[in-house]
């Protein structure tokens, strides 16, 4: 059965870095690309970007360029996604997602608290 | 990029329709399919509908996808609507430049 596993929630001050894991089992992890989504409180989804989890190449959407980064381990089947100088807007639930004709298959989401 | 509008709530009584508009701001709603998913509290979004039209299995037939090009827009047609539709739905479309999740809908059922 098909299965994204993401780490747990966090709590970050402001200006620190988050790296949250999604681990995939079930298939075989290059075959399809891996996106976030982000989910702040009482908001919409929101497209972060995506990782080709077999050559790395990476896509990110324009309002986080620069602030976000995708890698992958292809030995532990698990993709990351790192944010860095969080402020407390970036508050929300992150999502990674696996894109086949549709997000159809989604991770339990990680929460990730900023707060001085 | 483009946006994806969709109006803020709506409601009905149990056995009702309820349609939900998605309506695409630059570029054709036909030209990158359009997939709908169903949120509710404290979970992750699930697939309704993908490639404007088509149901995952397990999905109901009550669920329905269209686009309409002359409104460049799609909708979400429930029909016969039961409690537990009460959710919120997001519809999701691409273009070249990466993914759109529209602005949700919260579906009431009163």
């Known amino acids: 059965q098909v299965h994204l596993v993401q780490s747990g929630a966090e709590v970050k001050k402001p200006g620190a870095s988050v790296k949250v894991s999604c681990k995939a089992s079930g298939y075989s992890f290059t075959t399809y690309g891996l996106h976030w989504v982000r989910q702040a409180p009482g908001q919409g989804l929101e497209w972060m970007g995506w990782i080709n989890t077999g050559n790395g190449y990476t896509n990110y959407s324009q309002n986080f360029q620069g602030r976000v980064t995708f890698t992958r381990d292809t030995s532990a089947n698990t993709a990351y996604m790192e944010m860095s100088t969080l402020r407390s807007e970036d508050t929300a639930v992150f999502y990674c997602a696996v894109w086949r004709n549709a997000f159809d298959i989604w991770g339990q989401g990680t929460m990730v608290t900023v707060s001085s | 990029n483009f946006m994806l509008t969709q109006p803020h709530s709506v409601s009905e009584s149990p056995g009702k329709t309820v349609i939900i508009s998605c309506t695409r701001s630059?570029?054709?709603?036909?030209?990158?399919?359009v997939q709908w998913y169903q949120q509710r509290p404290g979970s992750a979004p699930t697939t309704i509908i993908y490639e404007d039209n088509e149901r995952p299995s397990g999905v109901p037939d009550r669920f329905s996808g269209s686009i309409d090009s002359s409104s460049n827009s799609a909708s979400l047609t429930i029909s016969g609507l039961k409690a537990e539709d009460e959710a919120d739905y997001y519809c999701?479309?691409?273009?070249?430049?990466?993914?759109?999740f529209g602005t949700g809908t919260e579906v009431t059922v009163l």
């Open positions: 630059s570029g054709s709603i036909a030209s990158n399919y």
């Open positions: 999701q479309s691409y273009d070249g430049s990466g993914f759109v």
